[in-house]
């Protein structure tokens, strides 16, 4: 099952469902999650923002040190390790575990110690850890939005095309695509999860 989120979509949801959630434009102290510290053509790459380090691995800061030094984008570095750039920055956030195949391309191609990367890659993820609900920070906080005023609507969709279940998180994968027409550029984020029915007993 899949279906995609587009900016064009996005940009309509711009009217809290509850009035008690205070909107990022309000918040006078939300940091940015990227920083752009390192230029790659006309756009930065993303950086790790050090507030976010104390709740992150030792790993995070290891290879985002090792990405600003090669001036890479996760686009670069997934081609390389033969993954999708949302999952490898996912792995750079500590979100998901790497395998020992990911852990010897990344050693490679960032010069980082494998014997390094090995220890600090080591056990399994903590996952959500970085995140403040609801997020600050305005992108991140648009995605939230989106489900926030269509949630239900999704819900309605998929218990009507799918029975009483659930889309999984975990078999799931997602990918972000650039669209470029007459009106400019568009964000496209496609989600795909295995649908889980629930269970009588």
Do not use: H
């Not at 309509?12 to 990227?34: D, E, G, H, K, M």
């Not at 799918?162 to 078999?171: K, N």
């Amino acid at each position: 099952m899949a279906f995609s989120l587009s900016s064009s979509f996005a940009a309509r949801a711009i009217v809290p469902a509850a009035r008690s959630v205070v909107r990022p434009s309000v918040v006078c102290t939300a940091r940015r999650q990227f920083r752009s510290s390192a230029v790659l053509g006309d756009k930065p790459i993303a950086t790790l923002d050090t507030s976010l380090a104390p709740r992150l691995p030792p790993s995070s800061s290891t290879l985002f040190e090792a990405k600003k030094k090669k001036n890479l984008t996760f686009e670069a570095i997934a081609q390389q390790v033969g993954r999708d750039e949302v999952a490898v920055a996912a792995l750079f956030y500590g979100q998901a575990m790497a395998s020992p195949e990911d852990i010897q391309k990344l050693s490679q191609m960032l010069d980082i110690p494998v014997d390094q990367l090995e220890s600090e890659l080591s056990g399994y993820p903590d996952r959500g850890r970085c995140l403040d609900m609801p997020p600050k920070d305005p992108t991140v906080y648009r995605l939230f939005e989106i489900v926030q005023n269509y949630g239900y609507a999704y819900k309605a969709v998929l218990n009507e095309k799918f029975g009483d279940g659930i889309m999984s998180a975990i078999s799931f994968s997602t990918k972000i695509e650039k669209e470029t027409d007459e009106k400019g550029d568009w964000a496209k984020i496609t989600l795909r999860g295995k649908w889980l029915p629930y269970t009588r007993f």
